[in-house]
């Protein structure tokens, strides 16, 4: 069996075709810009503030695209709702499944302005106990970063706070994450159990170059009256887009993590670029100001193993020095494999050796296991398909896949 043989690819029926000229979302608007809306389309003030809150539950609670669903509200007042704004999901343009169960979505917005429809991936990791959602935050990314796929595709745009969060209600939506439609309202809809329970902002785009979309979708996403995620269980990283740090932990308050990969700036200049712009000295300096920051609220420093790169016994003694007094998680990434790439990842004997050695400083140090490989779906393979592969770099890709790592029957 091959690697592209064990992936199911579905372009599911019914889903809606991206509109020429859409309405106004009224997804991602605060209370105070859902309620401004409904008094420009004729809502009486005494109304606006019950009307906000009937829209929040259908939308963020129950899940609800479809005004007509929304029973508690008068026909007329559905009709005005149909007639100026939309809460549609975005076009699911091809969804993908790989053998570990991980899910991929490549999905396609509507065009802002005078631009064209845009498209960006999304992922879903399932595992025991919970299920991470990683959410992409730019069209592309302008970073660059050598080891990271979607590093080679240029930043077309950033997503609005409503495409940011429209990944995560389409998602639920998916994965059945809603609760029934049956359910009394006012009934209380029960928050264990879900399918989505973590968010990562870890997807395609530098979140923090995207700061006030990213901010109002957490905050959305985060809202106790609504998708009520715990802070918690949300996590931005970024590649260390230094001034935009503090304002995260001040502002936001979910949790921080740090694209690192390397502990000299040297070769962190050539993986990761934005460090000639914000070296590692300053990139600590503001991760040890975070605020919140505590041996209970540790910051996760991401660190991809790259074969006779930065994986040496040498890498591991900088990196513990790099990071001494900061209360801090290190993840290790084994390297995930894209077209075209130079990088090799690192042997798993260097793996384990890289990683004991940190654990014995008194970090922990968990070696991330790669999931999504096959549907490149895995950490730095996102890459929207707006820019396809071509049939031969497919096959490539498999044949790569199977030389490097077997595949299980």
Not at 256 to 277: G, T, W
Not at 290 to 316: C, H, Q, W
């Given at each position: 069996m091959s690697v592209m043989d064990a992936v199911t690819i579905t372009k599911p029926a019914g889903q809606p075709r991206t509109e020429l000229s859409p309405k106004p979302s009224l997804i991602g608007l605060s209370r105070e810009e859902m309620g401004n809306a409904l008094r420009q389309r004729g809502v009486a003030d005494k109304q606006v503030k019950m009307r906000v809150s009937q829209l929040w539950n259908w939308i963020y609670v129950r899940g609800i695209s479809d005004f007509d669903q929304m029973v508690n509200i008068a026909k007329d007042m559905r009709e005005m709702l149909k007639q100026h704004f939309t809460i549609a999901r975005p076009e699911i343009v091809e969804e993908q499944v790989s053998n570990d169960g991980t899910r991929k979505w490549l999905l396609r917005f509507p065009p802002r302005g005078a631009g064209r429809p845009v498209e960006v991936e999304t992922v879903y990791i399932p595992e025991e106990g919970r299920g991470t959602l990683c959410i992409s935050s730019q069209v592309g990314c302008s970073l660059t970063c050598s080891f990271c796929h979607t590093g080679t595709q240029r930043l077309v745009r950033n997503l609005t706070a409503e495409e940011i969060l429209s990944q995560l209600l389409l998602a639920r939506d998916r994965l059945g994450d809603f609760p029934d439609r049956d359910i009394p309202l006012g009934a209380m809809v029960p928050s264990e159990g879900r399918k989505v329970s973590n968010i990562v902002m870890m997807g395609m785009g530098e979140p923090l170059y995207n700061f006030d979309a990213v901010k109002q979708a957490l905050l959305i996403a985060t809202?106790?009256?609504?998708?009520?995620?715990?802070?918690?269980?949300?996590?931005?990283?970024?590649?260390?887009?230094?001034?935009?740090?503090?304002?995260?932990?001040?502002?936001?308050?979910?949790?921080?993590?740090?694209?690192?990969?390397?502990?000299?700036?040297?070769?962190?200049?050539?993986?990761?670029?934005?460090?000639?712009?914000?070296?590692?000295?300053?990139?600590?300096?503001?991760?040890?100001?975070?605020?919140?920051?505590?041996?209970?609220?540790?910051?996760?420093?991401?660190?991809?193993?790259?074969?006779?790169?930065?994986?040496?016994?040498?890498?591991?003694?900088?990196?513990?020095?790099?990071?001494?007094?900061?209360?801090?998680?290190?993840?290790?990434?084994?390297?995930?494999?894209?077209?075209?790439?130079?990088?090799?990842?690192?042997?798993?004997?260097?793996?384990?050796?890289?990683?004991?050695?940190i654990n014995s400083a008194g970090y922990a140090s968990p070696i991330r296991t790669p999931r999504g490989r096959d549907i490149l779906a895995a950490c730095g393979q996102l890459k929207s398909e707006s820019e396809r592969m071509r049939k031969t770099e497919r096959l490539a890709f498999e044949a790569m896949m199977i030389a490097n790592h077997g595949v299980d029957d």
């Open positions: 809202d106790g009256d609504g998708l009520s995620l715990s802070k918690r269980r949300v996590t931005l990283s970024t590649s260390g887009v230094v001034p935009e740090i503090f304002r995260t932990g001040e502002e936001i308050g979910v949790m921080l993590a740090i694209s690192l990969h390397a502990v000299r700036d040297d070769l962190r200049d050539i993986l990761v670029p934005i460090n000639k712009k914000y070296p590692l000295k300053e990139l600590i300096e503001a991760c040890r100001a975070y605020p919140g920051l505590s041996n209970a609220r540790r910051i996760t420093f991401e660190y991809v193993m790259l074969k006779d790169v930065n994986d040496s016994l040498e890498d591991a003694k900088g990196l513990i020095q790099l990071l001494k007094g900061v209360p801090a998680k290190i993840n290790l990434i084994p390297f995930n494999p894209w077209p075209g790439t130079n990088y090799q990842c690192s042997d798993w004997a260097q793996i384990e050796k890289f990683a004991d050695f």
